[in-house]
């Protein structure tokens, strides 16, 4: 297996543990987590994702894979989209 095909899947399995998370954590369904996209707002569109749930979802993502999540790190920036979400998610688990 090359190294990019590497990342790929590991990007993949990032993909689908944060969908699986939000699942999880805001009580969606398989489908409607499915359906989000990159562009997908987070905060502030989906009901389901309020201040109590935002600090669930960080502690689920840092428990599940692995990586800590500094309070500095928590920006509007970074839950406005899901695309956001996953792209600061996969740089720490690049990092880790």
């Not at 993909?15 to 954590?25: E, N, P």
């Not at 987590?33 to 389901?48: C, I, K, N």
């Amino acid at each position: 297996m090359s190294r990019e095909t590497a990342l790929d899947d590991s990007a993949d399995a990032t993909d689908a543990a944060l969908r699986q998370i939000l699942q999880d954590v805001l009580g969606i369904s398989a489908e409607r987590a499915a359906s989000v996209g990159a562009d997908t707002g987070l905060f502030g569109h989906l009901p389901e994702l309020d201040s109590m749930a935002v600090a669930g979802l960080l502690t689920e993502i840092e428990d599940r894979l692995a990586i800590v999540i500094e309070d500095d790190e928590v920006d509007g920036e970074m839950l406005e989209t899901y695309g956001g979400l996953l792209e600061f998610v996969r740089a720490k688990c690049d990092a880790g």
